[in-house]
T-cell receptor, first 111, second 114 residues
Framework: QKEVEQDPGPLSVPEGAIVSLNCTYS??????FMWYRQYSRKGPELLMY????GNKEDGRFTAQVDKSSKYISLFIRDSQPSDSATYLC???????????FGAGTRLFVKA | DVKVTQSSRYLVKRTGEKVFLECVQD?????MFWYRQDPGLGLRLIYF???????EKGDIPEGYSVSREKKERFSLILESASTNQTSMYLC?????????????FGDGTRLSIL
């Protein structure tokens, strides 16, 4: 079993929809949680960075961490065609160098 | 903004060649990383460095080596390139400290070994 599981998609939604992207994980020691966005032929770009449980909001993006269920989510409100990209979840333990990445979910937002 | 620059976007080399991939960051980050990214396999850590001249193996170090002579520069070396090393290579950097800081990535080098 992988430490981090992420549905590869693709996920296709109409413009304006609310998008929900999710990851599950097995290591209860993870404390830092990140979401990256990766456009085609570009490197991953940090979108959200959270510590422990709870919600964090930044514009149209909301990151949610549920440590009891070992489940994290990224919500995108009012999705735009420019949100079409691959979204990677990532997580790490306190004091560790390694970050574990999900394989990424490919999202298409249709105009 | 953090800037991580990889020297080449696309590179084509031949089997058996020694290949150098260069990465430079401009934010004085202590930590630097090399990953390869393959469809369905996600990002896999090859090597990382937490200080000048210090290096640690990641999950898939075989066939690779690294060099960090200056804080801002981290090089990945394919000692004798093979076709199974055809991939997208990503460099990243991050601050050190008690709170794990997120990594910042370059735009990658797409390497083809013929």
């Amino acid at each position: 079993q992988k430490e981090v599981e992420q549905d590869p998609g693709p996920l296709s939604v109409p413009e304006g929809a609310i998008v929900s992207l999710n990851c599950t994980y097995s290591n209860s020691a993870f404390q830092y949680f990140m979401w990256y966005r990766q456009y085609s032929r570009k490197g991953p770009e940090l979108l959200m960075y959270t510590y422990s449980s709870g919600n964090k909001e930044d514009g149209r993006f909301t990151a949610q961490v549920d440590k009891s269920s070992k489940y994290i989510s990224l919500f995108i409100r009012d999705s735009q065609p420019s949100d079409s990209a691959t979204y990677l979840c990532a997580m790490s333990v306190t004091g560790g160098f390694k970050t574990i990445f999900g394989a990424g979910t490919r999202l298409f937002v249709k105009a | 903004d953090v800037k991580v620059t990889q020297s080449s976007r696309y590179l084509v080399k031949r089997t058996g060649e020694k290949v150098f991939l260069e990465c430079v960051q401009d934010m004085d980050h202590e930590n630097m990383f090399w990953y390869r990214q393959d469809p369905g396999l996600g990002l896999r850590l090859i090597y990382f460095s937490y200080d000048v001249k210090m290096k640690e193996k990641g999950d898939i170090p075989e066939g690779y080596s690294v060099s960090r002579e200056k804080k801002e520069r981290f090089s990945l070396i394919l000692e004798s390139a093979s076709t199974n090393q055809t991939s997208m290579y990503l460099c990243a950097s991050s601050l050190a400290g008690p709170n794990n800081q997120p990594q910042h990535f370059g735009d990658g080098t797409r390497l083809s070994i013929l």
